[in-house]
């Protein structure tokens, strides 16, 4: 009896972690906030509606700051609605809302504002960014599926 226990727990992880990985993407993207900024990091789309979504996820941003090379922790949120992003991200130098648009889930092209929240302003002013979701999955629900007429 314990055993058949045991396979059922092993086959229900299993199911779940495959539903995990068709709505994850990994990120890849480069931001100017002040200065240049290269981003790398996972995304989970949450939502099965073919338009609208809300995607989240943890990112790493490299940047040199005073000759010195600095990794630093991100999270973001963005809404996506019909192609439209709208969106918030937050590191330990920064809070930076964003707008944009989204092309299928695949690229996020997006403008906003870093807003400094440490004594050291390192990210401040008008934002630009480009980012390129590659999702793992063969048949990925990350990604928004044209629709034919």
Same mark, same amino acid.
């Given at each position: 009896?314990?055993?058949?226990?045991?396979?059922?727990?092993?086959?229900?992880?299993?199911?779940?972690?495959?539903?995990?990985?068709?709505?994850?993407?990994?990120?890849?993207?480069?931001?100017?906030?002040?200065?240049?900024?290269?981003?790398?990091?996972?995304?989970?789309?949450?939502?099965?509606?073919?338009?609208?979504?809300?995607?989240?996820?943890?990112?790493?941003? !490299?940047?040199?700051?005073?000759?010195?090379?600095?990794?630093?922790?991100?999270?973001?949120?963005?809404?996506?609605?019909?192609?439209?992003? !709208?969106?918030?991200?937050?590191?330990?130098?920064?809070?930076?809302?964003?707008?944009?648009?989204?092309?299928?889930?695949?690229?996020?092209?997006?403008?906003?504002?870093?807003?400094?929240?440490?004594?050291?302003?390192?990210?401040?002013?008008?934002?630009?960014?480009?980012?390129?979701n590659i999702a793992p999955a063969k048949a990925s629900k990350f990604y928004d599926q044209m629709k034919m007429m």
């Amino acid at each position: 009896m314990k055993k058949f226990w045991m396979i059922i727990f092993l086959l229900s992880t299993w199911v779940v972690n495959a539903q995990i990985l068709e709505k994850t993407a990994i990120n890849l993207g480069y931001r100017y906030t002040g200065r240049n900024v290269l981003q790398a990091g996972l995304e989970f789309r949450i939502g099965d509606s073919s338009y609208k979504s809300l995607v989240l996820g943890p990112s790493m941003l !490299y940047t040199r700051i005073n000759r010195e090379d600095k990794f630093l922790p991100e999270a973001n949120i963005y809404y996506t609605n019909n192609g439209q992003l !709208y969106g918030v991200s937050i590191n330990q130098y920064a809070l930076e809302p964003r707008i944009g648009i989204s092309l299928f889930n695949i690229f996020f092209l997006n403008t906003g504002y870093a807003f400094p929240i440490h004594k050291e302003k390192y990210f401040k002013g008008i934002t630009f960014g480009i980012q390129f979701n590659i999702a793992p999955a063969k048949a990925s629900k990350f990604y928004d599926q044209m629709k034919m007429m």
